[in-house]
């Protein structure tokens, strides 16, 4: 691994000598110069500053992707390795976006991404994860309003009990998101009033069946997801459907990404784990799997 970060790091030093700072050096003079040409030959000066602009952006838009990329398939997949079995990490591939909006789990608006899938086990939970990023762009006029509804990762866990209906259970935050879809996206769903006040204080449950709510919604589980919403960061969405349980965490935050102008050290390998360790907490914390040996037990 002392080999592979001393690798990365020669290639972001040429990255931020070669290109980044020689590129924004170049292309910085080149737009001074176009400023000051504008007095003097307004067109010249014009094509000038498009050229350094030019530079600075193809720099930025070539050469940084490729050392995010050799960071994330070298260091990141080497720690990720040592932490869960069979594991797959596709840097380029997310969640699909038709896949999250029909979904209803999250807020969705009208920009949309995803990246950095990673796939594996933990203690004989098979699981995959993707990163998560939804925004609503607004143009009024000549103002463009960008506003970020979720970011985050969204984690997908086998479950030791099978259901057939949609549940979504979701921490409750001023200015809520309402029924889940909408009144309008055919999901029939109600909200559950749970026999927990303090449950109820802290989450909002929606259900397609009241009863199966309450089947799956037990009152030690209930007490692991409150536990999981005071020790975790960030808004929690818990959502039942397909057999399989979801976890989003709207904790503003991109996994995995590397350091750009700084260099990479072994501290960063921390990182990664903390960033991963969360796919973890989750299983352990909410008993997804068994303690040893990766049996899956009954709650």
Not at 10 to 27: F, N, P, V
Not at 127 to 140: A, E, G, M, N, P
Not at 165 to 172: A, S
Not at 281 to 292: K, T, W
Request: proline share 4%; aromatic share 12%.
């Amino acid at each position: 691994m002392e080999e592979i970060l001393a690798q990365l790091n020669r290639q972001r030093g040429r990255i931020m000598s070669a290109t980044l700072i020689g590129g924004s050096l170049i292309g910085g003079s080149l737009i001074g110069l176009g400023v000051l040409l504008l007095f003097t030959s307004f067109s010249l000066g014009i094509l000038i500053v498009l050229a350094g602009t030019g530079i600075i952006l193809g720099i930025n838009l070539t050469e940084k992707p490729k050392y995010i990329r050799a960071y994330k398939n070298q260091v990141v997949l080497a720690v990720l390795k040592e932490m869960f079995d069979d594991v797959e990490l596709n840097i380029d591939a997310g969640f699909n976006q038709e896949w999250v909006e029909d979904a209803h789990f999250i807020p969705t608006g009208n920009r949309f991404f995803s990246d950095d899938q990673l796939s594996g086990s933990y203690r004989g939970c098979p699981f995959r994860r993707s990163d998560i990023l939804t925004q609503q762009v607004t143009y009024t006029g000549k103002t463009t309003t960008v506003t970020t509804l979720f970011e985050g990762p969204w984690m997908v866990f086998e479950f030791p009990k099978s259901f057939g209906h949609y549940l979504l259970v979701r921490e409750k935050e001023f200015l809520s998101n309402g029924k889940p879809g909408g009144w309008f996206s055919g999901l029939k769903t109600e909200r559950i009033e749970m026999e927990s006040e303090a449950f109820n204080e802290k989450f909002e449950v929606y259900a397609e069946d009241e009863h199966e709510a309450f089947y799956l919604l037990t009152p030690s589980f209930m007490e692991k997801l409150e536990q999981a919403e005071h020790e975790l960061d960030g808004r929690m969405y818990y959502g039942f459907f397909g057999h399989e349980f979801h976890v989003a965490v709207d904790n503003r935050q991109n996994s995995f990404e590397p350091p750009v102008f700084t260099a990479i050290k072994p501290a960063q390998l921390e990182e990664i784990r903390t960033e991963a360790q969360l796919v973890c907490e989750l299983i352990d914390l909410l008993h997804l799997a068994g303690r040893e040996r990766g049996e899956r037990p009954e709650l």
